[in-house]
């Protein structure tokens, strides 16, 4: 019976005349919300560098956790020879009821040997399995489970003292910059007044430009964001690279406890803007440029893998007829050598037996 069919209850307080129009997707955003709440986020964070250059602190400062709290420091000779050595460190922080699975993947040991040739490779090579894993993942039978673990973006610290890249920065960042979204940092900044910090991300900037080190590019605002926003994604643009400091501890300034550090002619606030770019650096990267972050992961670095990957694979196939990687592999979409070869072999038989039986058959006809 018609009458008792329940219809859901529509929103009241909508015009007549919409509400004719009125289908439901517009809910769409809020199931998406609601599902990506629910199911919570995750990002993989690297960090790289000298040792000593503030890394872990600063870590502990964008996230208010204390990542390392067990973590051994090496004397000067166990490091000279040191290779470079990858730690994962992974902790859930929940605000506001949105779950964060953040992972930080430290590389202890990069820069800090006497011979640092190829130091990078420890490094790209972590990346690339994290890459790899996930195509695995991707193309096997367990697609609903995937672990995500590529690195979405390498902070790197760039020391205060020099003046500008050094060979290895150069090496690094070039290594690194097909694979991973690379954000340099000038580290421990209150080393330097205002007017050298200026000077610094001049040079380091042309040098960027100069030996054609892609560093992550943030996107170009829509025009129809509003001019707040406008502003402050000009002034981060401008900022880079980012002056960071790090602090472990609180300190009293002004009346209000903050992060910072205590020097006997004052005091560095880890979240003034004034004295760093400690702030535009969080913003960036958890308030304004996560998803973005993700997404150029994802569709650009994975993407170039997983392309040459298969590739690779296809080539390899066409060589030697024989596939070795245990990777599912795609048919191919063309046919190789061999099989042309075959079915031109099967087409001449056919055109030689059927003009067999013509002069057979013209054979039996003059008989
Ligand atoms: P990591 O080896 O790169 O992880 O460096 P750490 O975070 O362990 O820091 C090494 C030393 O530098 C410690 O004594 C820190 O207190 C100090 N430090 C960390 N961040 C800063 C900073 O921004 N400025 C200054 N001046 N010192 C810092």
Not at 77 to 101: A, F, N, P, W, Y
Not at 331 to 359: F, G, H, R
């Amino acid at each position: 019976d018609l009458k008792d069919i329940k219809y859901p209850q529509r929103d009241t307080k909508q015009p007549e005349r919409d509400e004719k129009e009125y289908v439901g997707f517009a809910t769409l955003p809020n199931q998406v919300h609601r599902k990506s709440v629910k199911k919570g986020f995750d990002f993989t964070l690297m960090v790289a560098g000298e040792s000593g250059l503030g890394k872990s602190t600063l870590v502990n400062s964008l996230f208010l956790t204390d990542l390392h709290k067990d973590r051994k420091l090496l004397n000067a000779e166990e490091r000279i020879s040191q290779t470079v050595e990858i730690t994962k460190h992974t902790v859930d922080i929940e605000e506001k009821g949105v779950k964060l699975k953040l992972t930080i993947v430290d590389t202890p040991g990069f820069g800090d040997a006497v011979n640092n040739t190829e130091c990078w490779r420890p490094v790209t090579d972590y990346i690339n399995l994290q890459f790899e894993q996930y195509f695995r993942d991707e193309s096997g039978l367990n697609r609903k489970n995937i672990q995500d673990n590529r690195v979405h973006c390498c902070l790197y610290f760039i020391p205060p003292f020099g003046h500008g890249l050094r060979p290895v920065d150069i090496e690094f960042m070039k290594a690194l910059q097909d694979k991973v979204n690379v954000v340099p940092l000038i580290a421990k900044a209150d080393c330097l007044t205002p007017t050298e910090i200026k000077k610094l991300k001049e040079r380091l900037r042309e040098e960027i430009d100069k030996y054609g080190i892609k560093i992550y590019q943030f996107p170009d605002c829509d025009s129809d964001e509003d001019e707040e926003f406008k502003q402050q994604d000009k002034e981060l643009k401008e900022s880079t690279p980012f002056a960071v400091i790090g602090s472990n501890t609180v300190v009293e300034a002004r009346g209000q406890r903050v992060r910072g550090r205590l020097y006997p002619w004052g005091i560095v606030e880890v979240e003034n803007p004034s004295h760093c770019d400690f702030v535009k650096l969080r913003t960036m990267l958890i308030r304004t440029h996560m998803h973005d972050l993700k997404d150029i992961t994802s569709d650009g670095h994975y993407e170039n893998y997983r392309a040459q990957c298969i590739q690779t694979m296809t080539s390899k196939m066409n060589a030697d007829k024989r596939v070795e990687s245990p990777i599912p592999i795609l048919p191919l979409s063309t046919p190789d050598v061999e099989t042309e070869k075959l079915i031109k072999m099967k087409d001449e038989e056919i055109v030689n037996n059927a003009q067999q039986q013509v002069l057979h058959n013209q054979d039996a006809d003059v008989n």
